[in-house]
């Protein structure tokens, strides 16, 4: 019987260092029927230490390496990061439902992403930028804390030229930053309201930027929210990330805003 | 087939597996044990103060041996056991666990050397009363190897599988009927009662309710070790004493606790978050886990009413109470 606990130990191939305390860490493809879509994760462990859930974030079309960014903030990842080139790393998945992007084909798309929320949405970005017929417009609005927490900053550049970037910095040191939360740039840019909308972020964010988009006119059923909770199996069996009806990592990380509005429970799902 | 030769064939059970029975221990509590002598075997309306998850869903289980990076998966070795006198409550909860666990290698290589035998006595504490009486028919949608109906001084016995019908055949008896099982939802459909519960707490929320039970529940998590149908488990590593080796494992683990919920935090200053932080909110997640999230997803009731839960909370919270509560319009 196939035991979905098993873990592939799969090369790292280079490691980044990123800001916010974060390392990209590249790693080899090493089992068969390895593929994945924005918004998906895999379970990451080194021995001794557990898994921890972390979310794909290279170019979905590469077939032979994927990356991971990994933010050192526990025994976990502390014990990740001690890892050199040529090391490994355990990896089972990738589990989850991705965001709908072949809903997005030929559509005007906006990320909303705060802090390490951006990392869901790099493959979507890769993709994007590697057929740039393929989406109408990209939009991405990423708010972080400061110039040291901005994530990805060195390939903004390559960014730019097939997406539309806005940067919004809550205490910015440099004037060439607008100051503000993620919510202040819908007043800045005028983002059309059928727009499909991908977002990521602290649950705090959630709550203002819906508010916001509502406001501005967007409509429920275009805007997908990518949750987070503790997992320990992946596969909706442990309750850990159970929340109403569903559970995070096997019905999600990704939801419809209008599931999340017809949710029947008295704890919020966000 | 007769008191006397039920006692032989429960003999020739002992002979090559471990039976798992309900019995009294010194101090006069109904528990489930290996049984030594016949004499000690409890077949009656009480229910045993453990719930047969125990068995079949070990507390802590080895999963994967690791050395360096190389892991090597561990599938649980054990003796065939023999669960004998499970009460038709606690085989509907067994059936449960099975759906739940279909797919886990680990589970089905305990229940591959399990055999569950029945039987028709009709617990005192049964809250839902889906079982009266002991009906024949109501046996299609109850997982069993062998099933003992219990009448005045014999017992006719039913198989419920193949499992079940090689052991008769090895014994020597032939006098008995198969029941093949139909898969849990009855032909009247789904349980009223539990559709009932399902769209109350889902539809008509009483937040009064929650309040009161979080002032006095104490969180102390033994609901869900005594119930037969919670399984949370959480999965951690554990580092050996011999340098780079190890093993990973999962336990038991209860949503009343405070991490279970934990996720790192957003910033360094707060390096850990927790979704849930009253009590109120906490116990409010295991009715919703027994009451709506089981029925979503199995469209099975997540409580088999079998009361082990208010009989050990040291706060007196009685669940059945609770129902009728969430139930009154």
Known sequence: MHNEYKTYNCKILKINPEAADSKTFTLSVSYKGFSFEPGQYVMVSVPGFGEAAISLSSDFNEKKFFQLTIRKCGTLTSAVHNKKVGDYLGIRGPYG???????????????????????????????????????????IFCGSRDEST????????????????????????????????????????????????????????????????LEKGFKPENIYVSLE????????????????????????????YVELINFKSWLSPI | MHN?????????????????????????????AELKEIKDLYLGTKLPLDSWKWFILPAYQKMFDYQNQE???????????????????????????????????????????????????????????????????????LQFDLFLAIQKNDYKIYSGSEDGQRLLDDFGYKDYSHIEYAGPIREEGLDPQMVAVKDAMQNRHNQKIWDDLGKRCMQCGKCTIVCPVCFCF????????EPET????????????????QVAGPVPEAPKHRFFNTTAQKIYFWYEHHFVRTPTSFSLPGCVGCGRCSRTCPADIDIFTTIKEILRK
Request: net charge positive; aromatic share 14%.
């Open chain 1, 97 to 139: 439902r991705p965001f709908p992007i072949d809903l997005a084909k030929g559509k005007i798309v906006l990320i909303v992403a705060g802090g390490i929320g951006i990392e869901p949405f790099r493959p979507l970005i890769l993709d994007a930028i590697k057929n740039p017929k393929k989406y109408k417009k990209v939009y």
């Open chain 1, 150 to 213: 901005m994530l990805y900053a060195k390939e903004y550049p390559a960014w730019k030229k097939v997406c539309d970037l806005s940067l919004t910095l809550d205490n910015p040191k440099s004037k060439k930053y607008t100051k503000g939360q993620v919510t202040t740039l819908f007043d800045i840019k005028n983002i059309p309201t059928d727009a499909l909308s991908f977002m990521c972020g602290p649950p705090i964010m959630y709550k203002f930027v819906m508010a916001k988009m």
């Open chain 1, 229 to 256: 909770r503790h997992m320990d199996c992946a596969q909706g069996v442990c309750q850990h990330c159970a929340i109403g009806p569903y559970y995070v990592c096997k019905d999600g990380p990704v939801f419809s």
């Open chain 2, 4 to 32: 006397k030769k039920f006692e032989q064939f429960v003999d020739y059970l002992r002979q090559k597996n471990k039976v798992i029975a309900p019995q009294y221990d010194v101090e006069g509590f109904l528990h489930l």
């Open chain 2, 71 to 141: 892991i090597k998966e561990i599938l649980p070795k054990i003796r065939s056991q023999i669960f004998l006198g499970v009460s038709i409550l606690d085989l509907q909860a067994l059936t449960l666990l099975n759906q739940v666990f279909e797919k886990d290698a680990f589970y089905q290589q305990i229940k591959k050397r399990t055999i569950i035998i029945g039987t028709s006595l009709v617990p005192e504490e049964n809250f839902y009363k889906y079982f009266e009486k002991f009906e024949e028919d109501k046996l299609e949608h």
């Open chain 2, 234 to 241: 959480r999965m951690f590593d554990q580092i050996n004493l």
């Open chain 2, 246 to 261: 190890g093993s990973r494992n999962r336990c038991w683990d209860s949503c009343f606790y405070n991490e279970f919920t």
